[in-house]
């Protein structure tokens, strides 16, 4: 894996690889399927955007059941901290009435997008809604809500790559990296 790197003002260190990262994509995805095994109308696989393209892409290849993809963009970070104020700056991109969605991001940090989402999708008439994410930071998530599948635990410290960002910037890297003053 590569070495340190410089995002802004701040620098970065190698932490998960993303072969790594896709071997536990796998076994999620495995996970999804066996239980999604006999869905005969097509699931809603909800997107969050910008943090959870690249999951979301990996994720889809993996599952073999009839699914249609949606996404939506909320926003609740700024800088490296949590704001715990969620503002939805793109609305869902479809009718989740009478539907099964599976609501797929990056990372769960205090919960409190989760938690919105979750919200916001049993009012808009969604039949089930299942969480999936990337990555959990099991210190720092504190809520009731059931998450019904993790890839990955990290602890409590400022994740970069694989489609999470700092301040809009490494979300391309193919890698996960951590904030090195955090170690
Ligand atoms: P929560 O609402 O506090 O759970 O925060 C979730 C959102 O914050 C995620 O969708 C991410 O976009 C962002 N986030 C949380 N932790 C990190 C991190 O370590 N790096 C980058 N973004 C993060
Ligand atoms: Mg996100």
Not at 80 to 109: A, F, P, W, Y
């Amino acid at each position: 894996m590569s070495s340190s790197i410089t995002v802004h003002d701040k620098v970065f260190v190698p932490y998960i690889k993303g072969e790594e990262l896709e071997a536990a994509i796998d076994k999620v995805a495995a996970r999804i399927n066996e239980t999604h095994k006999n869905e005969k109308d097509p699931v809603i696989l909800l997107c969050v955007l910008n943090g959870s393209i690249m999951f979301t892409s990996e994720l889809m290849k993996r599952l073999n059941f009839p699914l249609e993809l949606m996404t939506i963009k909320v926003a609740s970070y700024s800088g490296t901290r949590s704001g715990g104020h969620i503002q939805e700056i793109m609305g869902i991109t479809g009718s989740v009435l009478g539907r099964k969605v599976i609501v797929c991001e990056d990372i769960v940090d205090t919960g409190a997008t989760m938690v919105y989402l979750d919200k916001r999708l049993r009012e808009s008439g969604a039949a089930q809604v299942e969480i999936c994410t990337m990555l959990l930071k099991p210190e720092v998530y504190k809520q009731n809500l059931k998450l019904d599948y993790v890839a990955m635990e990290v602890p409590n410290r400022f994740i970069l790559g694989y489609g999470l960002d700092y301040d809009q910037l490494g979300r391309n890297l193919k890698d996960i990296y951590v904030l090195k003053d955090q170690i």
